[in-house]
């Protein structure tokens, strides 16, 4: 993706201050999935997109329930999203990265919080517009 469609992917959702986006290809061997990670010592974001592109499914995890059961038991809360577009794969990447970017540089929080950033790209790939507030309504879910 060109640098346009990029800034143009991401337009709408909340910046990652004093980070830098980078998109790459991402090249595999059978099917596209999804690949992104942050450097917080190089101050980077890099997100990956698969190329060549085809639209493709994921099943995302974004949680845990617990099970009436003896001991502590707990079925994982998943939900099957397709990707139809690079646009659609870079502003849910960028939604989970920048929410790692959130806990550690804005919280001051561990990062490694995999579900939680799985479940705030989930609620908020396909709005228009995210904010700050939104990501503290997602810190702050009902339990």
Same mark, same amino acid.
């Given at each position: 993706?060109?640098?346009?469609?990029?800034?143009?992917?991401?337009?709408?959702?909340?910046?990652?201050?004093?980070?830098?986006? /980078?998109?790459?290809?991402?090249?595999?061997?059978?099917?596209?999935?999804?690949?992104?990670?942050?450097?917080?010592?190089?101050?980077? /974001?890099?997100?990956?997109?698969?190329?060549?592109?085809?639209?493709?499914?994921?099943?995302?995890?974004?949680?845990?329930?617990?099970?009436?059961? $003896?001991?502590?038991?707990?079925?994982?809360?998943?939900?099957?999203?397709?990707?139809?577009? %690079?646009?659609?794969?870079?502003?849910?990447?960028?939604?989970?990265?920048?929410?790692?970017?959130?806990?550690?540089?804005?919280?001051? $929080?561990?990062?490694?919080?995999?579900?939680?950033?799985? %479940?705030?790209?989930?609620?908020?790939? %396909?709005? %228009?517009?995210?904010?700050?507030?939104?990501?503290?309504?997602?810190?702050?879910?009902?339990?």
């Amino acid at each position: 993706m060109d640098e346009a469609a990029v800034r143009a992917a991401v337009a709408g959702l909340p910046e990652a201050e004093g980070y830098e986006l /980078i998109v790459q290809p991402l090249r595999y061997r059978s099917a596209p999935h999804l690949a992104a990670y942050t450097v917080f010592d190089d101050r980077t /974001i890099t997100l990956q997109v698969p190329e060549p592109f085809h639209p493709f499914g994921e099943v995302v995890h974004y949680g845990a329930k617990r099970l009436a059961a $003896k001991g502590m038991k707990f079925v994982p809360l998943s939900e099957g999203v397709t990707f139809r577009s %690079r646009a659609e794969v870079v502003r849910f990447l960028y939604c989970h990265e920048w929410y790692h970017w959130y806990l550690y540089e804005v919280l001051h $929080k561990n990062s490694s919080a995999e579900t939680a950033c799985d %479940r705030f790209a989930l609620h908020n790939f %396909r709005r %228009r517009v995210v904010t700050m507030e939104d990501a503290r309504k997602a810190y702050r879910r009902a339990r």
